[in-house]
Antibody
Framework: EVQLLESGGGLVQPGGSLRLSCAASGFTFSTFAMGWVRQAPGKGLEWVSP????????YYADSVKGRFTISRDNSKSTLYLQMNSLRAEDTAVYYCAKGQRSGGVQFFDYWGQGTLVTVSS | DIQMTQSPSTLSASVGDRVTITCRAS??????LAWYQQKPGKAPKVLIY???TLESGVPSRFSGSGSGTEFTLTISSLQPDDFATYYCQQYNTYSYTFGQGTKLEIK
């Protein structure tokens, strides 16, 4: 059974940093792309960043480019999102999602339950 | 970036009704479209991918159609469990844009 468990969310001040983790199990982690999607309170879904199975290919939404970094440790079956220079508008539930294959554009078929990030002073 | 526009934003319907949600892309995305269902406090769940392929385990009352720039999600006979918010998402480009969502409410 595919399981994705996010952690690392919490309250952080504007300008601060946070690192999210997503521990994956139930599938061969290194052979699937992964990604992060967020949802601000009461709002819709926004793609943040996908990463290929090897980690060699990444993409960032304009809203986070230059501030967020996605990475993965295939030996630990774990996905990360390093978030720097956080802003109030980054407040959201952050979901980890699993892709259909290693690379290329694709849809994402399994999602974790999310971790809440609140940016506030 | 490709923009995705869903209509309506809110839909009121009754159990047993047939409902249709529309999603339009700002440029052609071929058939690279997925539909998701999300319930309050829960993660999204994929219903349909490649515009019309039903994800394993999803009831057959859900169907999708379309290609290019116009797509529809149809629920043939609404069940109580179907009242939720629905999102379309393009995966023709890495921006992976979502529609703004359609909230399906009980009439």
């Amino acid at each position: 059974e595919v399981q994705l468990l996010e952690s690392g969310g919490g309250l952080v001040q504007p300008g601060g940093s946070l690192r999210l983790s997503c521990a994956a199990s139930g599938f061969t982690f290194s052979t699937f792309a992964m990604g992060w999607v967020r949802q601000a309170p009461g709002k819709g879904l926004e793609w943040v960043s996908p990463i290929s199975g090897s980690g060699g290919s990444t993409y960032y939404a304009d809203s986070v480019k230059g501030r967020f970094t996605i990475s993965r440790d295939n030996s630990k079956s774990t996905l990360y999102l390093q978030m720097n220079s956080l802003r109030a508008e980054d407040t959201a539930v952050y979901y980890c999602a699993k892709g259909q294959r290693s690379g290329g554009v694709q849809f994402f078929d399994y999602w974790g339950q999310g971790t809440l990030v609140t940016v506030s002073s | 970036d490709i923009q995705m526009t869903q209509s309506p934003s809110t839909l009121s319907a009754s159990v047993g009704d047939r409902v249709t949600i529309t999603c339009r892309a700002s440029q052609s995305i071929s058939s690279w479209l997925a539909w998701y269902q999300q319930k309050p406090g829960k993660a999204p769940k994929v219903l349909i991918y490649k515009a019309s392929t039903l994800e394993s385990g999803v009831p057959s009352r859900f169907s999708g159609s379309g290609s290019g720039t116009e797509f529809t999600l149809t629920i043939s006979s609404l069940q109580p469990d179907d009242f939720a918010t629905y999102y379309c998402q393009q995966y023709n480009t890495y921006s992976y844009t979502f529609g703004q969502g359609t909230k399906l409410e009980i009439k």
